[in-house]
């Protein structure tokens, strides 16, 4: 079974920029694109079925050597990734901007990163140019590893923004994870531009945003939330924030309570 890229899709005009994200990705990195709908219940309306396979029909013609599979299915919650990325062989989920809160529980439990695109906006992104804020936390390693793939099968250019902390501990902490990610785009030919930002751990994910923007980026990469407070659930996690505001620029997450799993060459 080929690895997956999974597109959520709500049957609605919205769907048109998901779907040209995901055949975009599953094209540049030789996987297939699965076309899935989330179901209420154990049945589902022949109409569902009809609107999959329109939109399979249409990749099929316009992109014939793409691998398109449809999928309809009652996963919901915070097992949802889980579920798909098992049973599915899905290793990147994309879904519309405007849908983050509805998944977050599934982000927050999800061993695969989401790509989080903007439904307002005709896609164009070819992903030339990838914005990778990066703060203290060690699981930026994981990471890490989606910012080498799209460096080594799309020919991205990776623009690494460090945080500039107070305490001495904590931009060591920074210049080692910005040392590690150098060696390996070193290592594998991939250009890359590495500087110190401004803003501190806490707020570099607003600098990486700024920069995204100002280079016209075609992706931004976060590591999401490690924990979360009530306070949160009631306003919205950081990376929704960024999700909200980044207009045009995908968002890919990487959810940080979990190791991410492998993407095979």
Excluded at 18 to 41: M, N, P, T, W, Y
Excluded at 46 to 75: T, W
Aim: glycine content about 6%; some cysteine.
């Amino acid at each position: 079974m080929l690895q997956k890229v999974v597109v959520f899709t709500t049957l609605h005009d919205s769907d048109t920029p998901l779907i040209a994200c995901g055949a975009r990705l599953a094209s540049a990195f030789g996987k297939e694109v699965c076309l899935f709908f989330q179901a209420s219940g154990a049945f589902h309306s022949l109409e569902i079925d009809a609107k999959l396979e329109q939109y399979r029909q249409v990749l099929n013609r316009e992109i014939p050597r793409l691998p398109v599979s449809v999928l309809v299915g009652n996963f919901h919650g915070e097992k949802l990734a889980t579920v798909l990325a098992d049973e599915q062989e899905a290793v990147l989920l994309v879904a519309g901007a405007s849908r983050f809160r509805k998944l977050s529980s599934a982000l927050q439990n999800s061993p695969i990163p989401f790509l989080f695109v903007s439904e307002d906006h005709p896609f164009r992104s070819e992903f030339r140019k990838v914005v990778f804020p990066v703060d203290l936390r060690e699981q930026n390693k994981d990471a890490m590893k989606w910012i080498l793939w799209f460096g080594k099968y799309n020919h991205s250019e990776i623009v690494a923004v460090g945080a500039r902390d107070h305490s001495r501990q904590n931009r060591q902490h920074v210049e080692r994870l910005l040392s590690s990610l150098k060696k390996l785009l070193v290592k594998s030919a991939i250009p890359h531009k590495i500087y110190r930002g401004s803003r501190s751990s806490l707020s570099i994910h607003r600098e990486g945003l700024a920069a995204a923007q100002e280079l016209d980026a075609g992706l931004l990469v976060l590591l999401g939330s490690s924990t979360y407070t009530l306070l949160d659930l009631v306003l919205g996690l950081p990376e929704e924030k960024i999700v909200r505001h980044a207009g045009p620029i995908p968002v890919l997450v990487v959810n940080p309570r979990r190791e991410t799993y492998l993407i095979c060459e």
